[in-house]
Each structure stands twice: as structure tokens, then as C-alpha cells.
T-cell receptor, first 116, second 111 residues
Framework: DQQVKQNSPSLSVQEGRISILNCDYT??????FLWYKKYPAEGPTFLIS?????DKNEDGRFTVFLNKSAKHLSLHIVPSQPGDSAVYFC???????????????FGQGTILTVHP | SQTIHQWPATLVQPVGSPLSLECTVE??????LYWYRQAAGRGLQLLFY??????ISSEVPQNLSASRPQDRQFILSSKKLLLSDSGFYLC??????????FGPGTRLTVL
């Protein structure tokens, strides 16, 4: 049972435009969400996160939106740059008031390609 | 600053052979440690996590085991590899919250 799903295996955008990566989850116990970026043959690196008490978190060009009623989150990258080309994973955790062991559940990933 | 090391970077092993992958973390004490696997075309799957020396929790039944002989050392092992054990293995550490920091990974191919 895939509790975190990224239904778009790939996304292609033009440099300077907005990239929107989507993620859906089914487990209503999830209360903390993260996005990781991964280059080939490397480990993922943390990008941005959001707690379920918020509906938006922004860090420079990256913004994550959370819609709890729809069990949906999205990552917006504005403006997109060729260096953003990578695989993006969303992940979810049951933080339960700060007692998480970090047992993250990951989506399948979306390959983002930003064309110059 | 903290760093995480994994070796080897790539490994090709025959079916039925043993496996030992090592992960070490520098620059922090008593981290939570994690082993993940990414199979071809799939997301990251949590295999094991550890909150302290000798404390291992397994997340999925499988042909693998993990050990934590020292505070900052995490080892993934198998007595007999299966074809289905092929994948990209990632070690990660964290401070008990959700954010984790990943190593460079090991590409394992079982033939």
C-alpha cells in the first residue's frame, strides 16, 4: 500500500518558468512533510519541509503548499533553473508532538528537467 | 560539521554470497541511523533504523539484517544475497526529528 504517491514520474519545464511537483498521501496520521532533491548516484538532500499546522512554507525560490483536507502537497520552484534538474521526493512522517523517530515514508519521485 | 560516509560506492555480487555495507557518521553523537533501499523505478523504502548502540528496528521482512556496533557506525548485512536485493542502498542520520541527512549510497547489483 503506497501511502505517499507522486503520480507524475517526470516533469519538463523551461528555464525561468514555474515548476510544480505534486504529492498525495493517504495516511491522515502524517503531520510533517518534507521534500528532498536527488542527483544521480548521490544521496538525497533535504530541500524544504512543512508541518501540518501550516499551509505554506517558503524558502527562497522554493515554496511548499499543504492542503490537509485533500491530503495533497505541492512544491513550487520559481524561477526554475537548469541546476534544479534532479529527482524530487516527497516524504511524510508522524511527528506526534516532536517524538518522531524519523520513520519517513517516501513517494516514488518525480524527475524534473529544466531546459535552458 | 557533520559528514556521513558509505562504502563501497558500487558492488557486484553473485547470488548466494554474503554482504556487508558500512556507514559511518562524523561530527555528531548519538544520532538516529537509517538504512534505505531504492529499487529500480521505486521510491526510497526504509529498511532499518537505530536510536542507539545495539538497538535495531526492522521495518520490512527481508533477507537483510543491520547492526550498530558503535555509536556512529551502522552496518547492513546479508548471509546470502538474492537477485531481489539489487538496488541503491542509502544510509542516513538524524537527530530524532523528521529531517535526515543521507550518505552517497551504494549501488548493489546481484547477478
Amino acid at each position: 500500500d503506497q501511502q505517499v504517491k507522486q503520480n507524475s514520474p517526470s516533469l519538463s519545464v523551461q528555464e525561468g518558468r514555474i515548476s510544480i511537483l505534486n504529492c498525495d498521501y493517504t495516511n491522515s496520521m502524517f503531520d510533517y512533510f518534507l521534500w528532498y532533491k536527488k542527483y544521480p548516484a548521490e544521496g538525497p538532500t533535504f530541500l524544504i519541509s512543512i508541518s501540518s499546522i501550516k499551509d505554506k512554507n517558503e524558502d527562497g525560490r522554493f515554496t511548499v503548499f499543504l492542503n490537509k483536507s485533500a491530503k495533497h502537497l505541492s512544491l513550487h520552484i520559481v524561477p526554475s533553473q537548469p541546476g534544479d534538474s534532479a529527482v524530487y521526493f516527497c516524504a511524510a512522517d508522524i511527528n506526534a508532538g516532536g517524538t518522531s523517530y524519523g520513520k519517513l515514508t517516501f513517494g516514488q519521485g518525480t524527475i524534473l528537467t529544466v531546459h535552458p | 560539521s557533520q559528514t556521513i560516509h558509505q562504502w563501497p560506492a558500487t558492488l557486484v555480487q553473485p547470488v548466494g554470497s554474503p554482504l556487508s555495507l558500512e556507514c559511518t557518521v562524523e561530527g555528531t553523537s548519538n544520532p538516529n541511523l537509517y538504512w534505505y533501499r531504492q529499487a529500480a523505478g521505486r521510491g526510497l523504502q526504509l529498511l532499518f533504523y537505530s536510536v542507539g548502540i545495539g538497538q535495531i528496528s526492522s521495518e520490512v521482512p527481508q533477507n537483510l539484517s543491520a547492526s550498530r556496533p558503535q555509536d556512529r557506525q551502522f552496518i547492513l548485512s546479508s548471509k546470502k544475497l538474492l537477485l531481489s536485493d539489487s538496488g541503491f542502498y542509502l544510509c542516513a542520520w538524524g537527530w530524532g526529528g523528521s529531517e535526515q541527512f543521507f550518505g552517497p549510497g551504494t549501488r548493489l547489483t546481484v547477478l
